[in-house]
């Protein structure tokens, strides 16, 4: 158990649609990077934030955004959802933003675009 | 822009004997980290071993062990006295060690090895 917890572990909807995934980082960590995980794609950095700023941005779609709340737990919002969507999603979280910090990944969220 | 590249799409190894993962990196930079995470059948995504590129000395965690060749760009993973536990995704990582802008922090990823296991 790596100490970073993510909700839900699945979720099915349809297309159009909106969806909120959850993740709580490990005690003490305070940047949380958000990761997608598709057949096609592969792993891919999505974005990242620190303290509650925004740090980095990799190839994450328009129609994705995210934030990360005082309390230091972050959400990743994905609307008008299509089926290419469909894919693991991990957030991980380190101590700092500093290259030299292990990433920790959480149990990932698998959501389904029907 | 840097790249991961894992040749074997798929490997296997018998129990009890020792398997190496191969993984190839493009980059300009001089420092940077390397890392092997491991991806069960649970999907969670474990920490197997990490590289800092300034030193020379290969790491070594338990059964686990990395041939970090800097001027080849080549970091492949050894894994002794395979268990059955050892089957599962295995990803090759970089990381920057640029700690600013666009880059910063984020793991760029291989496509993975899939490593079987047999008894």
């Known amino acids: 158990d790596s100490g970073v917890t993510q909700t839900p572990k699945h979720l099915i909807t349809a297309t159009g649609q909106r969806v909120t995934l959850r993740c709580s980082p490990r005690s003490g960590d305070l940047s949380v990077y958000w990761y997608q995980q598709s057949l096609d794609q592969g792993l891919q950095f999505l974005i990242q934030?620190?303290?509650?700023?925004?740090?980095a941005k990799g190839n994450i779609l328009e129609r994705f955004s995210a934030q990360q709340f005082p309390d230091l737990h972050s959400e990743l919002n994905l609307s008008s959802l299509e089926l290419g969507d469909s894919a693991l999603y991990f957030c991980a979280s380190s101590v700092l933003a500093a290259s030299t910090d292990t990433q920790y990944f959480g149990p990932g969220t698998r959501l389904t675009v029907l | 822009a840097q790249t991961v590249t894992q040749s074997q799409p798929e490997m296997s190894v018998q129990e009890a004997e020792t398997v190496t993962l191969s993984c190839t990196y493009d980059?300009?930079?001089?420092?940077?980290?390397l890392f092997w995470y491991k991806q069960p059948p649970s999907r969670q995504m474990i920490l197997v071993i990490r590289q800092e590129a300034y030193k020379q000395q290969n790491a070594t965690e338990n059964r686990f062990s990395v041939n970090f060749q800097k001027a080849a760009k080549s970091f492949s993973l050894k894994i002794s006295d395979s268990q059955l536990g050892d089957a599962a995704m295995y990803f090759c990582?970089?990381?920057?060690?640029?700690?600013?802008?666009?880059?910063?922090?984020?793991?760029?990823f291989g496509k993975g090895t899939k490593l079987s296991v047999k008894p």
């Open positions: 990582a970089y990381r920057s060690s640029m700690n600013y802008g666009g880059s910063q922090g984020n793991l760029i």
């Open positions: 980059t300009s930079e001089s420092d940077y980290y």
């Open positions: 934030y620190y303290n509650g700023e925004e740090r």
